[in-house]
Every structure is written in C-alpha cells, then in structure tokens.
C-alpha cells in the first residue's frame, strides 16, 4: 500500500468512516508498526491543520469535531 493510499485510508479512520473490521485492522498494525503509526500520526496533524484553517468540508467538520467530542 502506498503513501497515497494509507493518507486517504487513514483519513477516513480519522473521521470514523471505515467499518469497524477495517478501523481494527489499522488499529492493530499501528501497534506493530512504529513506521505505519509515524504516517497515522502525521494523517492526523494534518487533519487537525486543515480543521483550523476552516479547510474541512462541511461533513467532514462535523465528523471531526465529533470525534473529538467523543475522545
């Protein structure tokens, strides 16, 4: 899987948009691979970045600042 892929995959487990077999998937390999979880972390940084910037799209907002509520 490439960078692209992982960016646009972990997008989406950051915005709880993945079934859950997929969210554990990426939940269990980011615990085995310090690498893997390096890209996640940079994912969310930038996820973050662009809700600050009022860069999301609506939905995607929404589903940010209700993750963050709930976590």
């Known amino acids: ?5 992982n960016s646009n995959e972990f997008r ?10 997929q969210a554990e998937a990426i939940e269990e390999r980011m615990f ?3 690498a ?8 969310e940084d930038d996820l973050i970045e662009e809700y600050a910037m009022e ?3 609506p ?7 209700a993750r963050v509520e709930r976590d």
């Open 55 to 57: 860069a999301l799209n």
């Open 36 to 43: 893997y979880f390096s890209e996640l972390q940079d994912a």
């Open 12 to 21: 989406d487990f950051l915005l709880d948009r993945l079934p859950p077999e």
């Open 1 to 5: 899987m490439n960078s692209s892929s």
């Open 59 to 65: 939905a995607e907002a929404q589903l940010f600042e």
């Open 32 to 34: 085995q691979n310090e």
